[in-house]
């Protein structure tokens, strides 16, 4: 696989990332990316991968079966009809400001697209994770969700 920029994986965060998961029958992982954590977690009844970038997405392998969706992160999050088992995990582009270096991603995000994703999901009604860089944008808009910092190794 190649090294993929933002990956959990080569910045030892998978393992608690895991760890920290609540019991759930449907695992989605928006931004899908490398996805180091999908591939590393035990699998769920249901696992569904999301990513904008179809080269993300053709070269992404798991030992266990997982639906492939080339879909935007919020329109899918928008119309799946969720039942309360689900555990999302998001870990969109991080915010250009939180960033070591300038734009790397294919599908980037601007600071509206952030809004827009974390208006999306503090309506969920099931589990959800956010991987990013801290920001004031999303301690005002996660005021009253839990929030760790692990230290990282910036690639």
């Known amino acids: 696989m190649n090294r993929y920029f933002g990956s959990k994986a080569t910045s030892g965060l998978c393992q608690p990332i895991i760890s920290m998961m609540p019991p759930h029958d449907t695992y989605i992982e928006t931004h899908?990316?490398?996805?180091?954590?999908?591939?590393?977690?035990?699998?769920?009844?249901?696992?569904?991968?999301?990513?904008?970038?179809?080269?993300?997405?053709?070269?992404?392998?798991?030992?266990?079966?997982?639906?492939?969706?080339?879909?935007?992160?919020?329109?899918?999050?928008?119309?799946?009809?969720?039942?309360?088992?689900?555990?999302?995990?998001?870990?969109?582009?991080?915010?250009?400001?939180?960033?070591?270096?300038?734009r790397r991603y294919r599908f980037d995000y601007e600071e509206r697209d952030h809004i827009e994703l974390l208006e999306i999901v503090k309506r969920l009604p099931c589990s959800v994770m956010l991987s990013g860089y801290p920001s004031t944008l999303y301690d005002n808009f996660l005021a009253d969700w839990g929030n760790l910092e692990l230290q990282v190794m910036n690639q």
Do not use: W
């Open 32 to 102: 899908l990316g490398g996805g180091a954590i999908m591939r590393r977690k035990p699998p769920a009844l249901n696992n569904i991968a999301i990513d904008l970038d179809l080269k993300a997405l053709n070269a992404f392998s798991c030992d266990y079966p997982v639906e492939k969706v080339h879909d935007c992160a919020h329109q899918f999050l928008n119309k799946y009809d969720f039942r309360g088992r689900e555990l999302v995990y998001c870990d969109p582009p991080y915010l250009l400001y939180t960033r070591t270096s300038d």
